[in-house]
C-alpha cells in the first residue's frame, strides 16, 4: 500500500505570493490533517478533512486554508506569503481520523518564503 | 500552544545504552502517541496507548501512562545508531477531530 504522499517536497516563494501544497492520502483513508512544524512553534495542527468536509480547525489566520475532493486527495493553500510561514508542512491521512486511530504522516513539504 | 513539554529536550547515548524520554501534558486525554521524526522528515508512528492503560511494548519500546500525573515515558532498550531522531509525544482528546497536540519533542542522539 503506498503512504501519504506530499508534493511538492520543496518550494521556495517570494512575500505576498500564494502557495498551494497537495497531498494524497493512503488509499481509503478519509481523513487528512495537515500540520506547520517550525524550531520556534514546533508542530501545529491547521485543519481536519473528512469527506470533503471541514471538521476541525486550528488557531491559523484565514490566509491559510484547504479543501478535499471527492477521492480524499487534498490540497492546502496559503494566501500572501510572509516571512513566518516559512516551515515544514505535513499531512497526515487516517481511516476516519477519530480517537484512537493512527495518523500516517507524509514526508512534508519544506517552504521557504524569502 | 503545545499540550505539554518533554523532557530531556536533548539526549545522547551510546548503542547499547537504554534510552529514557518523558512527556507532560496539560488536560485530560483519551490517548497518547508516540511518533519519531529523522531529520525534518515525517512523523514515523511508534505506539498507542489509551487512557485505561498503564504500559504497553512493541519490540525495544515501552510506554507507560500515569494519568494521575499527566505524563507518558518511552523507553527505547539497547539502542542502535538508526535510533538517532526527534521523539514526539502527541495527544488526543474529546471531539477533536484529526486532532494531534505535540510536545516539543526529544532529540536522542546515538553514538556507534
Known amino acids: 500500500k503506498a503512504g501519504v504522499t506530499q508534493t511538492p517536497r520543496y518550494l521556495i516563494k517570494t512575500r505576498g505570493q500564494q502557495v498551494t501544497l497537495s497531498c494524497s492520502p493512503i488509499s481509503g483513508h478519509r481523513s487528512v490533517s495537515w500540520y506547520q512544524q517550525t524550531p520556534g512553534q514546533g508542530l501545529q495542527f491547521l485543519f481536519e478533512y473528512f469527506s470533503e468536509t471541514q471538521r476541525n480547525k486550528g488557531n491559523f489566520p484565514g490566509r491559510f486554508s484547504g479543501r478535499q475532493f471527492s477521492n480524499s486527495r487534498s490540497e492546502m493553500n496559503v494566501s500572501t506569503l510572509e516571512l513566518g510561514d516559512s516551515a515544514l508542512y505535513l499531512c497526515?491521512?487516517?481511516?476516519?481520523?477519530?480517537?484512537?486511530?493512527?495518523?500516517?504522516f507524509g514526508q512534508g513539504t519544506r517552504l521557504t518564503v524569502v | 500552544s503545545q499540550q505539554g513539554e518533554e523532557d530531556p529536550q536533548a539526549l545522547s547515548i551510546q548503542e547499547g545504552e537504554n534510552a529514557t524520554m518523558n512527556c507532560s501534558y496539560k488536560?485530560?486525554?483519551?490517548?497518547l502517541q508516540w511518533y519519531r521524526q529523522n531529520s525534518g522528515r515525517g512523523l514515523v508512528h511508534l505506539i498507542l496507548?489509551?487512557?485505561?492503560?498503564r504500559e504497553k511494548h512493541s519490540g525495544r519500546l515501552r510506554v507507560t501512562l500515569d494519568t494521575s500525573k499527566k505524563s507518558s515515558s518511552l523507553l527505547i532498550t539497547a539502542s542502535r545508531a538508526a535510533d538517532t531522531a526527534s521523539y514526539f509525544c502527541?495527544?488526543?482528546?474529546?471531539?477533536?477531530?484529526?486532532?494531534?497536540?505535540f510536545g516539543q519533542g526529544t532529540i536522542l542522539t546515538v553514538h556507534p
Open positions: 488536560t485530560s486525554i483519551n490517548n
Open positions: 496507548i489509551r487512557s485505561n492503560e
Open positions: 497526515a491521512s487516517s481511516s476516519a481520523g477519530t480517537l484512537g486511530e493512527v495518523a500516517f
Open positions: 502527541a495527544t488526543a482528546r474529546g471531539t477533536s477531530y484529526g486532532k494531534l497536540t
